[in-house]
């Protein structure tokens, strides 16, 4: 149960949420924390959190990346450094598995079997469906954002896990903006030719792994059983096991 993130001190409120979720419901971890600036390393470092590991930005920061981080706006920077920051741990670290999760995401169960299931089917990718819902709007949705999600994404430290990693690093180097363009959105559209590209890469099959804003009103009847947050899909009951805040801002007046 590897993970790594990144976030900077603008987002350290959400970065240590998704933490405290983390030490609440899942028993052993590792989480690799890619601090973005020096604020955000200097808290990490003085509070000295159980099971993470503070890694400073300039510790990816090669040429290219120091060209992109004064090219790109702060978030395009973010995406085309997901890809980086995950082979980072598995070069560096020599971790046999890593999990990429979003800093504004949140766990209600422990998301262990998400991950096993990409080991029972042999493969060496795994990938979260946006789940946007089957209406008129779909086909649009699709296209310009993907079907997959970047929120949660497991990438195996062997041959194959490291080819797909290697082409998503490289396309987001090259192109990686927030605007729709050619077919192309942000580190978002890439994962789309994956399961046609590569034999490695599995699609989760839970259902609770990955309710957020753009689907959440297709789900119906939450409810807490044993103090578990359960929905359901189409009258299918499933256990919530992540909830991603995007979008979450804070209300001067209430």
Known sequence: MVFCTLFDSNYLDKGLSLYRSMKKHIPTFRLYIFAFDDKC??????????????????????????????????????????????????????????????????????????????????????????????????????FNFGRYCIQFNTFLNDKEGRSVLKDWKENCI?????????????????????????????VSTYLGAGAAPWNLYMYTDICRKNGDIWMKYRNKPFQLIFYHYEGIKYLDEY
Not at 186 to 191: E, T, V
């Open 41 to 142: 390393l200097d808290v990490l470092s003085d509070m000295r959190l159980k099971n993470v590991i503070a890694v400073p930005l300039k510790d990816i920061m090669n040429e290219t990346m120091q060209r992109i981080h004064k090219e790109r706006t702060r978030a395009e920077f973010c995406w085309t450094s997901t890809a980086v920051i995950i082979e980072h741990v598995l070069q560096n670290y020599h971790e046999k598995i890593c999990t990429y999760i979003d800093a504004d995401i949140y766990f209600f169960a422990d998301p262990e079997p998400v991950i096993q299931e990409i080991l029972d089917a042999k493969c060496s990718v795994g990938l979260v469906e946006h789940r946007f819902e089957r209406n008129a709007e779909y086909g649009e949705k699709i």
């Open 174 to 202: 090259k192109w990686c903006y927030d605007t729709v363009e050619d077919g192309r959105y942000g580190d978002q559209k890439y994962p789309d030719r994956w399961c046609q590209q590569y034999s490695c890469v599995h």
